[in-house]
């Protein structure tokens, strides 16, 4: 170690500062049925349908927007948090954040871009697509999980990715081969992973367990022989933010990367951690790295900058030796031994009772690579006799290029058109081709990361990776010429035990997995309930990945519904039967374009998946929520009356007529906002008034926390048109008007929205026709400084 002391900052003093690199690493696996690409309800997500609407609320969005307060608790500064630290997402949650919030979605673009307008290169990194652990996959996988990764960037951000965020930042020889092959520049390492580092005498300094010099970047070697360059993040930084709770206070923050610079004297600070530690794993994380940011930016000791800016003044020159991992499998961030914990019980967990263990690791492990070879040769065979090529290898080089479409950048008839220019194949080979693909899709997915990490195979992530393979294996059994794929799976998984009681083995938990309704008759089962349930304004043509075609009706309770898979390309045919008037009990029978039976199903209402029945009662709602233009006097009058009557009376009436009149008035209120186009805002004002008094007074918590969302809708709606359009006068005084209704009426209505689309108006970045009394007059309402 005698070389490290060396390498001192010869930019201390300089005007430009120190640099700074926080790299936040933003994942979460994919979460969504195979079958539909919907997710389901995750119970254990609280207050949330599922993790990753929980999650983007507390640090996604709240970094895309992040407050930094003055000492009374006014907003100074809304920041974009991505534009200053380097950052990776996992493309799946790319493709889930595009679709459910795209204004988080186009504010992580734009930060990179701002940044390489700024610094010259970007501060985005791709990731392996589906954060497989890359020294544990085979050539093939490796390959195609780095290529998509890369691909999927490429297509987002609209420029070649410099840097790739490993999987648990797990590496190999073999790994660094095919990243060098594939043009990627850097990667970020823990200091933990090396075993020896080169010093500007030539000679190598032994680690002995002792971390990396974080201060340079370094070449690493692969097992061919070509380099790649690696920095290695500090640690005892990465540590304090992730778990000493260095984001409670900026300052505490800031002065502790002083120190590093005081004490160590480097030339480059920079550490790495898993991006949800701003704001989910730590609340109110974002804000802090706010505060961070603009202490950095306004004092000028340190500039935060990326890595592959800080490369093209500081090239790698020394050389780092990686330790090579039990087994001489590799290494990682979160393993001690190498990377064991994605195949066995090495004694790296999470937590738990004291007597549990994680030895079903090794039997899921198994499970997948068997099962892989078996759907891999299906794969192969059958893609050459339906593409008519000899080949095998044009097999997987076109599973390469599939990336786009498991992104959802592309969707799977122009894939195949590009695939098939001269259209030589048919729609029924077209669309097996696109089967067989999608089966490979869902195979690579069940060996994302998260399915060995945790304690217990019973938890959800390695639940989810079991059921991506068991899709997989049902896809693929269609071309198997009947051998039972699903028999072997099961044996290998029966070894599996669970820890939590009922202490259930692999077997056990695949057929819960397994269960269920598929994804075709659950498709049906929606787009019947939608055109059935549904007022015009909430119809829908898509279901997570089928797309309506058409709907014929026979009378009131039966219906023939045409849709198309769009990621395999079949065409379905339903016809639903509601057995009886009285209830919801109904039959689906879903046949494919080729007239294959895909079966004849019963269901009840108890049948109905949580998420599909959480929009029927929300469709419902709306509906009941359609109070006509020409009803809304006479409903407030009676209202009004009613509550006149209670008031100067001491005979109160019936409890069932108090909830009647309760929701009568809530359901008005939403109407009333849903005529914005019939009827002027002074009318609707009044109305809404009229209510709300009657509501406040008279309603229980839960229903005044009813109206409170419909206020929240209500902004949220306002405020995607200011982000949309601009700030007008009629506006303005729309949301101060909204606001006072909501003070009036002890309303607390969610303003995040409304803060984030005024701000721009706020900093001058945009310029508004309003006059600027009120536009101060909004400002201090939206708690502006």
Not at 545 to 569: H, K, P, S
Not at 669 to 697: C, M, Y
Not at 744 to 762: G, K, R
């Amino acid at each position: 170690m005698d070389d490290v002391q060396t390498q001192k900052n010869t930019l201390v003093g300089n005007k430009a500062g120190v640099p700074v690199i926080l790299h936040g690493h933003f994942y979460q696996p994919p979460r969504e049925n195979p079958r539909t690409g919907i997710i389901p309800v995750q119970p254990s997500a609280r207050h949330y349908s599922d993790w990753n609407e929980r999650i983007l609320a507390d640090c996604y969005s709240a970094n895309a927007f992040s407050r930094y307060l003055t000492n009374t608790g006014r907003i100074e500064s809304i920041t974009n948090n991505y534009s200053w630290i380097s950052f990776n997402f996992g493309p799946t949650l790319l493709s889930w954040i595009k679709k459910q919030a795209p204004v988080v979605y186009e504010r992580i673009l734009a930060a990179d871009a701002e940044s390489t307008v700024r610094l010259g290169h970007g501060n985005a990194m791709a990731q392996a697509f589906g954060h497989s652990i890359l020294p544990l996959d085979n050539a093939r996988n490796r390959l195609t999980q780095i290529r998509w990764g890369l691909d999927d960037f490429s297509s987002r951000f609209k420029r070649a990715a410099e840097g790739l965020w490993l999987p648990e930042t797990a590496i190999n020889g073999d790994v660094i081969d095919t990243l060098v092959a594939e043009g990627v520049r850097f990667v970020i390492l823990s200091p933990w992973q090396a075993s020896a580092v080169e010093t500007s005498k030539g000679t190598w300094d032994d680690l002995d367990g002792a971390p990396a010099p974080y201060g340079r970047p370094y070449i690493i070697t692969g097992s061919t022989g070509r380099t790649l360059t690696a920095f290695f993040y500090h640690p005892g930084l990465a540590e304090g933010i992730s778990f000493g709770h260095l984001l409670h206070d900026a300052d505490n923050l800031y002065e502790r990367i002083r120190k590093i610079r005081l004490d160590d004297g480097q030339s480059l600070i920079h550490t790495a951690t898993d991006g949800e530690i701003y704001g989910h794993h730590e609340p109110y994380g974002d804000m802090a790295l706010a505060a961070l940011i603009r202490k950095i930016n306004d004092r000028g000791e340190f500039f935060l900058t990326n890595y592959a800016t800080y490369l093209d003044s500081h090239p790698a020159e020394l050389h780092a030796r990686l330790k090579p991992g039990e087994g001489r499998k590799g290494t990682s961030w979160s393993c001690f031994h190498g990377v064991s914990r994605w195949y066995k019980d090495c004694g790296c967990h999470t937590g738990g009772d004291d007597s549990w263990n994680q030895k079903w690791r090794t039997p899921l492990r198994t499970a997948f690579e068997n099962n892989e070879k078996r759907l891999d040769t299906i794969f192969k065979e059958s893609f050459m006799k339906i593409a008519g090529i000899e080949d095998p290898r044009a097999a997987d080089d076109t599973l390469l290029r599939y990336g786009p479409v498991a992104g959802e950048e592309m969707d799977g008839k122009t894939f195949l058109d590009n695939l098939d220019a001269t259209r030589l194949l048919d729609d029924s080979r077209r669309s097996s081709l696109a089967i067989l693909l999608d089966g490979m899709k869902n195979l690579l997915y069940s060996y994302t990361s998260c399915g060995w990490f945790f304690n217990d195979i019973a938890g959800i992530e390695p639940r989810q990776c079991i059921s991506y393979a068991l899709s997989a294996i049902s896809t693929f059994s269609r071309f198997s010429s009947g051998e039972d794929l699903l028999a072997p799976f099961l044996a290998d998984l029966k070894p599996a035990r669970s820890n939590e009681k009922p202490c259930l083995n692999g077997v056990e938990i695949a057929i819960q997995e397994n269960g269920g309704i598929s994804g075709s008759h659950e498709a049906a089962l929606f787009f019947f309930l939608n055109t059935k349930m549904a007022k015009p304004f909430d119809r829908q043509e898509q279901y997570g990945y089928f797309r309506l075609l058409d709907c014929t009706w026979n009378g009131d309770r039966n219906a023939t519904i045409r849709f198309v898979d769009t990621c395999r390309q079949i065409v379905f045919s339903a016809d639903v039967e509601q057995t009886d008037e009285a209830s919801l009990n109904l039959v689906i029978a879903v046949t494919d374009a080729w007239e294959t039976d895909c079966g004849r199903l019963s269901l009840t209402l108890y049948d109905i998946p949580a998420r599909l029945l959480k929009s029927v009662y929300s469709w419902i709602s709306h509906s009941l929520a359609t109070v006509t233009n020409n009803d809304i006097p006479s409903i407030a009058n009676d209202i009004a009356n009613y509550s006149l009557v209670v008031k100067n009376t001491k005979f109160q009436p019936f409890e069932t007529l108090w909830v009647e009149n309760i929701g009568t008035a809530i359901l008005t209120i939403r109407s009333l906002f849903a005529l914005s186009a019939e009827k002027s805002w002074p009318e609707r004002k009044e109305s809404i008034e009229q209510l709300l008094g009657f509501i406040v007074i008279r309603g229980r918590q839960a229903e005044i926390s009813t109206v409170s969302s419909i206020f929240s809708t209500e902004i949220r709606k306002v405020a995607q048109t200011i982000m949309a359009g601009t700030l007008d006068d009629q506006i303005t005084e729309y949301v101060l008007d909204l606001m006072r209704i909501s003070k009036t009426h002890n309303l607390v209505p969610d303003m995040t929205s409304m803060q984030n689309a005024f701000y721009p108006y706020a900093s001058d970045e945009k310029i508004s026709s309003v006059g600027q009394p009120m536009m101060e007059k909004l400002r201090n309402e939206l708690n502006f400084a």
